[in-house]
């Protein structure tokens, strides 16, 4: 079954706009929760995650935004740059374990 | 620093071989953790490992495909009798394994096509 959905599976922005991605997930029993960047013929680099105890968390240009009770996260690219170009991977981790589990990506374009 | 190793970064592999796929941890990490990407697709998991020891094999199938992480060396994925289906970009990643620590690093993976 599908436990985390992410959305759009693509998007398209201009430089200097906001780049905005959303993840949605079933179960409430979810204890982290990060985001990867991959670029093609890459692995995933660890971006920023957040725990379920704080609403939001910022690094630089990038910002989770946290909402318990909806039961969904986001990921803020703010002043998206062509560099920022690149394949986006929410995931979570359920209490207890160690596996991750990855949304289905959103392929984000910045437009020069 | 070395980040998490992996080799080899291309294979290919002829329907019916056996492909043998290797990791090494980042400096300080015992955990393991293999993952399996289809194209165009999100990562699935699917194997945990500790040295010396599988901890969660829940995303292994159940024929075919084996882990290991011995005491000395790299971790192994071992796949026997590839089928095209296995084509599929094969990512490690590992961990301190610190108590409510869950960062994991990936490796650049291993790209396997059967043909």
């Known amino acids: 079954q599908q436990q985390v959905k992410q959305s759009p599976q693509s998007l398209i922005v201009q430089k200097g706009g906001i780049s905005i991605i959303n993840c949605a997930y079933e179960?409430?029993?979810?204890?982290?929760f990060p985001w990867y960047q991959q670029f093609p013929g890459k692995g995933p680099a660890l971006l920023i995650a957040?725990?379920?105890?704080?609403s939001e968390k910022k690094e630089g240009r990038f910002t989770i935004s946290f909402n318990k009770s909806a039961k969904q996260f986001s990921l803020h690219i703010m002043d998206s740059q062509p560099g920022d170009s690149a394949t986006y991977f929410c995931a979570v981790i359920i209490q207890g374990a160690q596996k991750l589990v990855f949304g289905q990506g959103t392929r984000l374009t910045i437009n020069p | 620093n070395a980040g998490v190793m992996q080799n080899p970064r291309h294979l290919v592999r002829r329907r019916g071989q056996e492909a043998r796929l290797r990791c090494s941890p980042m400096?300080?990490?015992?955990?393991v953790y293999w993952y399996r990407q289809l194209p165009e697709e999100g990562l699935k998991f699917m194997v945990y490992l500790q040295k010396e020891n599988i901890i969660d094999e829940s995303g292994m199938p159940k024929e075919r495909f084996s882990a290991e992480f011995p005491k000395e060396g790299p971790s192994i994925l071992r796949i026997q009798q590839v089928v095209r289906g296995d084509s599929a970009a094969y990512f490690c990643?590992?961990?301190?394994?610190?108590?409510?620590?869950?960062?994991?690093?990936f490796g650049p993976g291993t790209r396997l096509t059967v043909t």
């Open positions: 957040i725990r379920p105890d704080v």
């Open positions: 400096k300080g990490h015992s955990h």
């Open positions: 990643a590992s961990s301190r394994g610190l108590a409510g620590n869950y960062e994991q690093y």
């Open positions: 179960n409430t029993a979810f204890d982290y």
